[in-house]
């Protein structure tokens, strides 16, 4: 995330240059942006959007992830840790989301869906589907299909 630190004092000093009609017409959207801040998307909920990005290309290792997020295997586990999860529960949720996503949305076969989460072979996605929804990928493709 981006930002400007600016001091308290800084803050506190008149500006000669301001314009009352423009800074009334901005506050309502920086206020807006505030708010958005404020809301701001939690470590884990990041790191599962960059893991989701490269399931295709087979389960994303620790270190990879954490290198293009610019920091240390370590301190990405450490930050994992305070919200009390870990890269393991991170990506099995990326791959759940993506597998589920594309059972509803889709009608791609299980084969792609099973290349497309990163597993290697059909029946190692059904296994690990079916430990998730308790029920089969096709099950729940017809169970959704009918909603």
């Given amino acids: ?3 400007v630190l600016l001091s308290h004092d800084v803050l506190e000093r008149t500006n000669r240059l301001g314009d009352r009609a423009i800074s009334r017409f901005l506050e309502p959207h920086l206020a807006k942006e505030l708010e958005t801040a404020a809301q701001a998307t939690s470590f ?3 790191l599962l959007r960059r893991v989701s990005g490269r399931l295709s290309e087979g389960p994303p ?3 990879e992830v954490a290198r293009e997020m610019g920091m240390g295997e370590r301190t990405m586990h450490r930050r994992l840790a305070d919200e009390g999860v870990s890269f393991q529960l991170v990506f099995e ?3 759940r989301r993506l597998a589920e996503g594309l059972l509803v949305q889709s009608d791609h076969a299980f084969a792609e869906i099973a290349f497309l989460t990163g597993f290697s072979e059909q029946s190692s996605f059904t296994r690990a589907f079916k430990r998730w929804a308790d029920e089969s ?3 729940f493709r017809e169970r959704h299909a009918k909603a």
């Fill in 61 to 63: 290792r620790a270190a």
């Fill in 44 to 46: 884990d909920q990041v």
């Fill in 93 to 95: 949720k990326a791959r």
């Fill in 1 to 3: 995330m981006d930002g």
């Fill in 137 to 139: 990928p096709a099950a």
